[in-house]
């Protein structure tokens, strides 16, 4: 038997999958469509600017830093336009377009591409732009509008957790209207019913599983009973479901483990909790997602199965 037919029957690996980075991220794309469709409803054609100029900005950074680092062409794998869609959803409806080009450049060269490219990622680039922006610019990264006003110089309106945490006169939006999304708040966190369908999307793809997005708001829910909070202003108010089903179940900065997805899930509920009831912001979302980042290694080391035959 020749060495080329060896290696087709003995030769690793031995399990085959039709699954491809690109193919996957097409996944996600769709997936994001119904609530980039619905963000350009609420907040007018600027939205629609701030999702181009952040897409531009990710592809174009990405795609000088592989040319000057002589790198492996690998833009069209479609990791850098999940990045910029999703760092756009996380920004303000009426955000400058230069601090969205300088977020998309964060998120692709000092995030992912100097780490190593896709794969090699400690934080979720796009969380991690928004972390930088809002202490850069906390004036611009926290100017909200009611939706339906297309006016560039819309009067800002406070969001649902705002209102709640400091106790505002104003009146909440209904639970329909942050159902739907007619509610201020960014620019693809807004509605609960669209990141929903994308969210069973890839599910039913099974681009991720039940573990972390379950885990995460049934977390914040009960907590939110425990403590006497609104259950549903709580999950569908702010950041949450955006978070759960598109930023903490990232392939390259989330557990690998099933237990670990759902100690990964577990950690980001009470971080989120304990930050819009104890701390000084009204959203968490984004900063307990980048928390559990950095515990990630630790969470698989304890929770990879152990080896066939091994011993203490």
């Known amino acids: 038997m020749n060495n080329k037919n060896y290696c087709k029957i003995y030769c690793s690996p031995h399990i085959h999958s039709s699954e ?18 619905g963000s350009v409803y609420f907040f007018g054609i600027y939205a629609f600017k701030v999702i181009i100029t952040s897409v531009f900005s990710c592809f174009l950074s990405e795609f000088l830093f592989q040319i000057l680092m002589k790198k492996e062409i690998r833009i069209f794998d479609g990791s850098a336009v999940v990045t910029g869609i999703l760092l756009a959803f ?17 998120a692709i060269f000092l995030v992912k591409e100097l780490f190593g490219g896709i794969g090699f990622n400690i934080f979720n680039p796009a969380l991690t732009a928004r972390a930088i922006l809002l ?10 509008i009611n939706p339906l006003d297309y ?48 969210g069973f ?48 179940t990232d392939y390259v900065t989330s ?10 899930g577990i950690g980001c509920g009470v ?5 819009r009831k104890a701390g000084g912001y009204p959203e968490g979302v984004c900063y307990s997602i980048l928390f559990m980042n950095s515990l990630v290694p630790l969470i698989n080391r304890y929770t990879l199965p152990k080896k066939f035959g091994s011993r203490k």
């Open 90 to 106: 996380v920004l303000p409806p009426r955000i400058p377009l230069w601090i969205t080009a300088i977020g998309g450049f964060l």
């Open 255 to 264: 557990p690998i483990t099933k237990r670990g997805k759902i100690i990964f």
């Open 135 to 144: 202490a850069s610019y906390p004036v611009e990264m926290t100017k909200f």
């Open 20 to 37: 491809t980075t690109g193919k996957i991220m097409l996944y996600v794309i769709i997936s994001l469509l119904p609530a980039l469709i």
């Open 151 to 198: 006016r560039i110089d819309a009067i800002t309106s406070p969001t649902p957790l705002f209102i709640i945490k400091e106790n505002l006169t104003q009146k909440l939006p209904s639970l329909w209207q942050m159902f739907i999304g007619n509610r201020p708040g960014c620019i693809g966190e807004t509605s609960t019913v669209l990141l929903l369908i994308g």
């Open 201 to 248: 999307f890839l599910l039913y793809k099974n681009v991720i599983t039940w573990h972390i997005p379950i885990t995460y708001i049934l977390t914040v829910s009960i907590l939110s009973l425990v403590f006497k909070q609104n259950v549903f202003y709580q999950i569908m108010g702010g950041g949450l479901i955006l978070g759960a089903f598109f930023m903490a």
């Open 271 to 275: 971080i989120t909790f304990l930050i």
